[in-house]
């Protein structure tokens, strides 16, 4: 609210926002800004499984994450998702990873960054059991990549033939 009363900034986008800051209050701003919020949503998911979320010290699970976007393309009809995912993460096995995948196609990410998983001394997840190897990392991500590309080209295709404002910066 502020940004909008006390600046002529023309473009407000967040880069990133976890999902118990997105509430109906800020729908409600982001509605009411004559467009100056653009429909843009980056939501932290990285993993669409629940025992993976659960081991990576998520505070929700697929379902919750689900929820949030439907209430953001129910406000804000159009709106541009997306989410950053991490693949291999210890103990995400094939039928993790297979309900990850599943998960986030089903959800229509209009763009995501994938990152492999890569231990960080002295973390929880880097004393687990159940490392994935680089190899399957690296498929991993190649299979998600191509899913993104999918949701990225079908995002893009249902805006064809309508007319929005753009910015220039350059």
């Known amino acids: 609210r502020r940004l909008l009363e006390e600046t002529d900034v023309e ?47 998520r ?26 995912v991490i693949v291999g993460f210890p103990t995400e096995d094939d039928a993790a990873w297979e309900r990850s995948l599943s998960f986030i196609g089903a959800i229509g990410f209009a763009g995501v960054h994938v990152f492999r998983y890569s231990a960080r001394p002295g973390t929880a997840a880097a004393r687990m059991t159940g490392a994935v190897d680089e190899r399957t990392k690296k498929r991993r991500a190649t299979e998600l990549l191509a899913v993104a590309a999918a949701g990225r080209a079908a995002f893009a295709a249902a805006h064809v033939g309508r007319l929005t404002t753009v910015l220039f910066e350059r």
């Open 59 to 84: 505070r929700y699970d697929s379902a919750a994450y689900a929820a949030v976007v439907a209430r953001v393309r129910e406000s804000i009809p159009g709106a541009a998702i997306h989410g950053d």
């Open 11 to 57: 473009r407000i986008r967040l880069s990133s926002i976890e999902l118990q800051h997105l509430d109906d209050e800020l729908l409600d701003v982001w509605r009411g800004s004559g467009g100056r919020c653009l429909p843009h949503f980056h939501l932290p998911l990285q993993s669409g499984d629940d025992g993976v979320l659960r081991r990576m010290g």
